[in-house]
Nanobody, 125 residues
Framework: QVELVESGGGSVQDGGSLRLSCVMS????????VGWFRQAPGKEREMVAR????????FYGDSVRGRFTASQDTVRTTIGLEMNRLKPEDTAMYYC??????????????????WGQGTQVTVSS
């Protein structure tokens, strides 16, 4: 049973920074897909960052590109999200996502993931 546990959420002021982490258990892949999504109240879930573990670029949502940086440790058990220059509109529940055995194209186009329970990020003005 795949398990994803996020941590690092909290409350910050406009312009502040936070770092999220996601520990992945019982996940075994060399060519899978991992990423971060977020959902604000009353809004649809939005892609923040995603990347194929077989290599290649990290893809970011338009609203976070240049401010957020996703990463994965070398043993592929933890992914991170460094969030800088946070804005009130970044306030949302942030979810870690992972999927095993995907192609590069599937990673970029499909959202059939295992999900974590989420961690709340609140940015005040």
């Amino acid at each position: 049973q795949v398990e994803l546990v996020e941590s690092g959420g909290g409350s910050v002021q406009d312009g502040g920074s936070l770092r999220l982490s996601c520990v992945m258990s019982h996940v075994s892949f060399s060519t899978g897909c991992v990423g971060w999504f977020r959902q604000a109240p009353g809004k649809e879930r939005e892609m923040v960052a995603r990347f194929w573990t077989g290599g290649g670029s990290i893809f970011y949502g338009d609203s976070v590109r240049g401010r957020f940086t996703a990463s994965q440790d070398t043993v592929r058990t933890t992914i991170g999200l460094e969030m800088n220059r946070l804005k009130p509109e970044d306030t949302a529940m942030y979810y870690c996502a992972a999927r095993e055995d995907t192609t590069y194209v599937q990673c970029l186009t499909e959202n059939d993931f295992h999900w974590g329970q989420g961690t709340q990020v609140t940015v005040s003005s």
